[in-house]
């Protein structure tokens, strides 16, 4: 990889053109058992009571291998009201599934919108002192002025503008129901190799400042150990307990019974 990249584009290179398996370099809070499927279950349930929705979906953006979402079958969840979304060719399961890149190809969601570690893939830059950093470190070009702008009020380091935009997209996509965004806070882009971290690695990826993503679409921020408080992995948090959860709810007065949104069927 030429050492000269931004780290948007090193980002960009990892998940597009080298089609990253990302269970293959690191694990996630899904990764250590059922307990997060439990949760986002029970909400879509409760936020269906709470908006009247006679037949929630749970959309799982970024489902990657379909790990939460074979969780969720196992839990008894109805297969068709599972949407997977992801770049991956859809798992053998038998669940509804889109191949593409969100939040672009995201249908109309009644229900949960479920965003898990997906905003800390999304290319960002470095900005430090009004510049673009280079993965070497070296300043590059000047940072654009809607760049300028967000590390004003947010501060230098990595620009959450794209992040913003994407989860802002999210939101709006759900008509009725709820958008929750599961990610790890602040910090340099960070590269993850067979279970190892460094500058570089088979994946790429770059904490989610939260403040601006509130900030954009309202919400409620919540850290995961509070979630969790008495498992031992998820509700440490100097673990995956410190990951951060923020919620946004749309609530609809009319009707929100709905049909399919016609993706392929998995499997």
């Given at each position: ?35 997060v499927a439990r949760l986002v279950m029970r909400r879509c349930q409760e936020v269906a009571e709470e908006c009247g929705i006679d037949r ?212």
């Amino acid at each position: 990889m030429d050492a000269g990249l931004t780290w948007s584009e090193a980002m960009s290179w990892t998940h597009q053109e080298r089609g990253v398996i990302a269970e293959e370099h690191f694990s996630t809070s899904i990764d250590v058992g059922a307990q997060v499927a439990r949760l986002v279950m029970r909400r879509c349930q409760e936020v269906a009571e709470e908006c009247g929705i006679d037949r929630p979906w749970i959309v799982d953006i970024g489902a990657g291998s379909g790990r939460l979402l074979g969780q969720l079958l196992a839990l008894g969840f109805p297969a068709d009201r599972l949407l997977g979304v992801d770049v991956r060719p859809a798992p053998d399961l038998p669940v509804r599934w889109i191949q593409g890149v969100a939040p672009a190809c995201l249908p109309p969601v009644h229900g949960l919108a479920f965003a898990h570690e997906f905003l800390d893939d999304i290319p960002a830059d470095v900005v430090r002192d009004g510049r673009i950093l280079g993965t070497d470190g070296a300043p590059g070009p000047s940072a654009s002025p809607e760049q300028l702008a967000w590390v004003q009020q947010w501060g230098d380091g990595v620009c959450g503008l794209t992040r913003d935009e994407a989860w802002r997209q999210i939101v709006d996509r759900v008509v009725v129901g709820e958008a929750i965004a599961v990610d790890f806070s602040g910090g340099d882009p960070v590269g993850h190799r067979r279970g190892r971290r460094g500058a570089w690695g088979a994946d790429i990826c770059a904490g989610v400042d939260f403040r601006s993503l509130r900030a954009r679409t309202g919400g409620r921020v919540v850290p995961q150990h509070r979630l969790f408080p008495d498992h031992p992995v998820l509700g440490d948090p100097a673990g995956l307990g410190g990951f951060l959860w923020l919620t946004v709810t749309r609530p609809d007065a009319g009707r929100a019974d709905n049909p399919s949104p016609s993706p392929t069927t998995a499997g």
